[in-house]
């Protein structure tokens, strides 16, 4: 699975939108974009998905640039439950989840 | 049907014991996944059954390391003889066959 490029940290404040990067240059057509999080002591948990187009569901919109080179997680309004750590892998149907360091998100009252 | 459910929580045991560890996926996923996270780094996969088959194991998971899923319905996890670099915590997830995983709160090991 192609890796992906995340800031290690990032700060926003509480009510505003948190916008996370995540680059992925050498992905593959047949692999989506997903996005999970993980809270302190607890397991990672599913937020968003997508292949080419935009995708948005009650927690999150994910904005997947033309050339699916690059991905932007947006928490429309971030609240102080949003901080953890978010992580964006690339995998093709099937295979599985390769995690890396992610994006440490501290949300700031 | 409440998730995937590990079990025990936390584990603390001395160097050299053996422990074993449970996870309960939900009940239709047919895939059940064993993953594991040091401090500070991202969940590293260790293997995978679809149903009661093992398809895939990591180089990670030394032979000291073995995983079963019966019947294809809960899997157990054993490490024997345990050494303290296998403090970590131990992370379960389930997914139908082309699906999203589902992670449980994963069992937490220290070895003193």
Known sequence: DAKTTQPPSMDCAEGRAANLPC?????????????YRQIHSQGPQYIIH???NNETNEMASLIITEDRKSSTLILPHATLRDTAVYYCIVRATGNQFYFGTGTSLTVIP | ???????PRHKITKRGQNVTFRCDPISEHNRLYWYR???GQGPEF???FQ????????RLLSDRFSAERPKGSFSTLE?????????????CASSLEAGGYTFGSGTRLTVV
Do not use: P
């Open chain 2, 51 to 58: 149903n009661e088959a093992q398809l895939e194991k990591s």
């Open chain 1, 50 to 52: 997508g292949l080419k």
């Open chain 1, 23 to 35: 680059n992925h240059s050498t992905i593959s057509g047949n692999e989506y974009v997903y996005w």
């Open chain 2, 46 to 48: 260790l293997t995978y």
């Open chain 2, 37 to 39: 996270q040091t401090l």
């Open chain 2, 79 to 91: 490490i024997q003889r345990t050494e303290q670099g296998d403090s970590a915590m131990y992370l």
């Open chain 2, 1 to 7: 049907d409440t998730g995937v459910s590990q079990n």
